[in-house]
């Protein structure tokens, strides 16, 4: 009876002990990722990726969620994953205001984390594209060995800052990109076939280079 008491005991404890792991921090957006204060130029093209949102849970690896909310926010905008802690904010149709309110939010399915943040429409009539040099068509042998160099993108750095731009390629597995040293104020990053292509399976990939430049001040 004692033995009994015992393991009914150690029962109660680790499920409270389990308890309070689950029910622990809540996750966070990451303060240089938080999109508090972002200038949106008004002639940005509909479609375009306007912000990267990240997040971490202190607790467990948890895969998080992030979305946007207030009047108007989800015609305005579009949240999609990027990957387990990361979201791309795409512009779903131009804008009409001067300023809009809205309230970011990432939650792991259990606890909600908030942020207030203000989009600021500006009135460039041209968005300058942070690449300032690229191979917009690359020509490659279906017998190019594996991890072989076949471009490079050249990107202009953000503004005040000492961080590189962050790149990243997506479209196929069959290749990567890898930041390398450019020239000052700019990042340079190389294009690598890391898997085999075959010319009789498929001749062309189109592939989109994303180049994290931030616009928020």
Do not use: C
């Not at 990722?33 to 200038?39: D, I, P, Q």
């Not at 196929?172 to 390398?180: A, G, L, Q, T």
């Amino acid at each position: 009876m004692k033995e009994n008491e015992k393991i009914w005991i150690w029962t109660i404890l680790t499920l409270f002990l389990q308890s309070e792991i689950i029910e622990g921090n809540a996750p966070n957006i990451e303060v240089s990722h938080n999109m508090r204060v972002l200038k949106l130029p008004r002639e940005t093209k509909v479609g375009s990726i306007i912000y990267r949102l990240k997040g971490h849970d202190f607790d467990i690896p948890d895969v998080l969620t992030f979305g946007v909310r207030g009047s108007g926010a989800d015609e305005l905008l579009e949240v999609r994953s990027a990957s387990f802690t990361e979201a791309n904010v795409i512009l779903r149709k131009r804008p009409t205001e001067m300023e809009y309110r809205f309230t970011v939010y990432v939650t792991d399915g259990i606890e909600t984390t908030e942020d207030e943040s203000t989009i600021f429409i500006t009135d460039a009539t041209e968005v300058l594209s942070p690449f300032l040099e690229y191979d917009p068509v690359i020509n490659l042998s279906e017998n190019t060995v594996q991890n072989t160099t076949v471009g490079y993108v050249v990107a202009r750095d953000k503004d005040k800052s000492n961080l590189p731009v962050q790149f990243e390629i997506h479209g196929s597995e069959k290749f990567s990109i890898r930041y390398v040293f450019g020239p000052r104020g700019t990042s340079k990053a190389e294009i690598k076939v890391i898997h085999t292509v075959d010319y009789e399976r498929r001749n062309m990939y189109h592939l989109q280079i994303l180049a994290l430049v931030s616009f928020n001040v």
